[in-house]
């Protein structure tokens, strides 16, 4: 079995846990019989050095030819300077239009082993944590219209927020789906008290529900939900929200696990396309020191597998490694407690192949 992954390395430590996590996908394709085709292509400020543009249309090509994407990190402040439109991030928004990529899961789970890095009191994760937000990729005020005027109070500038029903019907239809798989809860987040966009959101989040009368439906404005995240997370399973609230809850999740650097992401097309990507960004104050940790990467791999290829156990394996690495002891600087001994980047890999091959 053939599987063609177009890899975008980008900016920072994106290289550095793209390399992990290809020797992962290469020893799970020899322990499986698998073979993995990888395409590296440019995005983000390496491609603006090269190219000129932050996504080169040859990139998206390649992309659409491939079975799926696998990205590292985008962005840094040597192209700070650079306009909006230019900057390596909007490499990223290119990719999820062109791609059809609407619907992104951030899974945002507690490792056992880490519970001592979740900054939030233990009885309020005692047991562990395990929630999937569910966010809106094309649609909302990031794709919305854009521009800047004259007023008689000077320049002003504006986005617009603007959702249609086949936007929502379609995120809300992944999260019912989801949620069916799991603990068959749906919390839909959004701001109705105010925005008209959200009024329509709710309407069609309560249509879809119907249609799944197994699934117990609640519906939080996105102020008390940002409270409830650190009040209570576990009353959370599934949440399912638009571009910008999930842009902004997503991380908060990410941060009552204790580590960004442990924290998968897939961005999903309609059919089983996706692209995949670790949850933190560049970091380019530690590129080259052989500090970051692959995990997040290694496990958004773990995801390509099971929502694109449908090679569940392999998923488990790349995911069970990780799991053994962290009851091991081995740590990662940004996970690691004071005294603990810390593991590099590669180091980390080495450990990760090594229970995988048993």
Not at 21 to 44: C, H, M, N, Q, S
Not at 287 to 293: I, L
Request: proline fraction near 4%.
């Amino acid at each position: 079995m053939n599987y063609k992954i177009a890899v975008i390395p980008g900016d920072g430590i994106g290289p550095e846990v793209i390399e992990q996590t290809r020797r992962v996908l290469e020893v799970i394709g020899e322990k499986y019989g698998y073979t993995f085709d990888f395409t590296e292509v440019l995005a983000g400020g390496c491609a603006i050095d090269a190219t000129g543009q932050c996504l080169p249309e040859e990139t998206v090509e390649i992309c659409k030819a491939s079975d799926a994407v696998l990205l590292g990190a985008v962005g840094g402040p040597k192209w700070d300077h650079l306009p909006g439109a230019e900057r390596p991030e909007m490499a990223l928004l290119g990719l999820r239009g062109k791609l059809g990529l609407f619907a992104n899961l951030r899974p945002a789970m507690l490792f056992e082993e880490l519970a001592d890095a979740c900054p939030l009191k233990p009885e309020l994760v005692s047991g562990g944590l395990d929630i999937v937000v569910v966010r809106e990729l094309t649609g909302g005020i990031y794709f919305g219209e854009k521009g800047i005027k004259e007023t008689d109070k000077g320049t002003a500038a504006y986005d617009v927020e603007e959702y249609s029903e086949m936007e929502v019907r379609r995120i809300a239809r992944v999260a019912f789906d989801m949620a069916m798989k799991r603990n068959r809860k749906v919390t839909s987040v959004d701001k109705a008290n105010v925005l008209e966009s959200s009024r329509l959101w709710r309407r069609i989040v309560n249509e879809v529900a119907q249609d799944y009368p197994e699934v117990e439906l609640n519906h939080f404005y996105v102020d008390n939900a940002a409270m409830q995240l650190v009040r209570g997370p576990k009353q959370f399973d599934v949440i399912v929200t638009s571009n910008i609230f999930g842009d902004i809850l997503s991380d908060e999740a990410s941060q009552v696990t204790g580590s960004i650097g442990m924290l998968p992401s897939a961005s999903l097309a309609t059919g089983n396309f996706g692209m995949y990507e670790p949850v933190h960004g560049s970091a380019p104050d530690i590129a080259g020191t052989d500090t970051a940790n692959p995990m997040a990467t290694i496990l958004s791999a773990a995801m390509m597998l099971r929502y694109t290829f449908g090679l569940l156990e392999a998923a488990d394996d790349i995911e069970a490694a990780v799991q053994k690495v962290l009851a091991d002891g081995w740590r990662t600087a940004d996970i690691a407690k004071p005294g603990e001994a810390v593991i590099g980047t590669k180091e980390c890999g080495d450990r990760i192949v090594e229970a995988i091959r048993g």
